[in-house]
């Protein structure tokens, strides 16, 4: 640049002559920077200044191609001829509104739909009321009975005892006092003979609730398996402490005697008029859990089984704790052989050999259901786990040994009650001399 005559400040390049310098003045290039140099910038070079040229026309034609396209609108079926008034009608209220109101109107169909679809798939899942009505129509006439019966006993004894202490009045008191006593003694005596009596009722009552039959609605399912999920899945019912668990059955139906015979509420013990009432009870204050304070573990204590805690049951092992009681019967030998009507060859070994035509039955090998009480608790424990369980919360020390000295007491007085009233036996058997 130092051999160069004549030179452009602005551009920082030189000429040979005046001419290329005055026709450089005119280029664009020149005019580019002197329009920076006044904004404070510095200049750019020829081949920087010809990429930006490129650039340029290269979105100027792509603003032209997208003018002459046409953009729509699905939801209010409108066209627009260019970007930037699709995007202004894309972000309006009115086009807002409209989308809105269409997804609503997609979310009812498919309530509906799913509304109607459960309905079919639970009409086979509804408890019967015909049949509940029956049975509470034979426990509402037994109650009456009974009720009939201990007023007419309790007038009896009140009208003797009140005659009795009248007749005493005349003599002395202290003979007075003696009769005052026995009267005491009779009512209490009637009164613990009506315990017994509904203790009696009450073991033999007949349960408004099957164990397939949901505490909290009308479902009825396919098995104890099955009600136990629904409930877990549709209300959040858990058991507690369910590895503990020895009875299930009789844990569900000692829930279900409850709600459905006596109405109470299985959360707060609460007594109600009537089973809806119970239910609705249970479903607005959530209470669809089992009570399981110090009271509530005495109640339930029989169902479970906290004996593999203890010290002294660390050798037992959890395969000889499951080992069935079950007789199995040995079927008779045949004398003879012989051709059944399933088309097998029956042994006298009791073998069964079957027809070839029929050995693609017989390949087939089905899985067979495994209905141990231990093995669908093991199955609602992962269930549980699965849904957030995390391990059995085990009571006190102090409550385990009071639950066990509630089961002794309670078979302690079992057999006493059952040596008063010799009912040993469980079944009748004449008693034959051989």
């Not at 000429?15 to 664009?28: E, I, K, M, S, V």
């Not at 034609?61 to 729509?72: L, P, Y």
């Not at 109650?143 to 009896?156: A, N, P």
């Not at 957030?388 to 385990?400: C, D, F, H, T």
């Amino acid at each position: 640049m130092s051999d160069d005559k004549f030179t452009c400040i602005t551009c920082r390049v030189g000429f040979q002559d005046g001419d290329a310098q005055r026709l450089h003045y005119r280029n664009d290039w020149h005019l580019y920077n002197l329009k920076r140099k006044m904004v404070g910038l510095p200049p750019v070079t020829a081949d920087a200044f010809e990429r930006n040229v490129a650039t340029r026309q290269q979105e100027i034609s792509k603003t032209q191609e997208e003018q002459g396209a046409t953009f729509d609108c699905k939801t209010c079926g409108k066209s627009f001829s260019t970007k930037n008034a699709h995007a202004n009608h894309i972000a309006s209220k009115k086009h807002k509104e409209k989308e809105k109101t269409m997804i609503e109107k997609e979310k009812t169909t498919d309530q509906l739909s799913k509304i109607v679809n459960d309905e079919a798939r639970k009409q086979n899942n509804i408890q019967p009321f015909d049949e509940q009505k029956e049975k509470y129509a034979k426990l509402f006439d037994k109650l009456d009975k009974e009720q009939k019966s201990s007023t007419s006993s309790t007038t009896t004894t009140t009208t003797t005892t009140t005659s009795a202490i009248s007749g005493e009045v005349q003599k002395q008191e202290e003979v007075e006092g003696e009769g005052e006593g026995e009267g005491v003694v009779k009512v209490n005596a009637e009164v613990e003979g009506e315990g017994e009596g509904e203790g009696e009722g009450e073991g033999n009552e007949e349960p408004i609730l099957e164990l397939v039959d949901s505490l909290f609605d009308t479902y009825r399912g396919d098995s104890l398996e099955d009600n136990v999920a629904h409930m877990c899945k549709e209300h959040g019912f858990f058991l507690p402490n369910v590895d503990f668990v020895a009875d299930l059955g009789g844990l569900i139906g000692y829930l279900q005697l409850k709600v459905g015979n006596y109405f109470t509420c299985i959360g707060c013990n609460k007594a109600f008029t009537g089973l809806e009432a119970v239910r609705q009870h249970m479903e607005d204050k959530c209470h669809k859990y089992v009570d399981y304070s110090e009271e509530g573990q005495l109640e339930v204590g029989e169902y479970y089984d906290f004996s593999s805690t203890y010290p002294d049951d660390e050798e037992i092992s959890d395969v000889d704790r499951d080992v069935p009681l079950d007789i199995v019967p040995v079927a008779r030998s045949v004398q003879n052989m012989h051709v059944t009507d399933d088309m097998e060859l029956a042994l006298p070994s009791g073998v069964r050999i079957g027809h070839r035509q029929l050995q693609r039955y017989y390949r087939q090998h089905f899985k067979k259901q495994d209905t141990r009480e231990s093995v669908l608790l093991g199955r609602i424990g992962r269930q549980y786990k699965m849904l957030g369980y995390k391990g059995a919360n085990l009571p006190s020390l102090e409550v385990r040994r009071d639950v066990n000295a509630a089961q002794r007491w309670q078979k302690m007085k079992r057999l006493e009650y059952g040596v008063k009233a010799n009912k040993l036996q469980k079944h009748f058997r004449a008693q034959v001399l051989m």
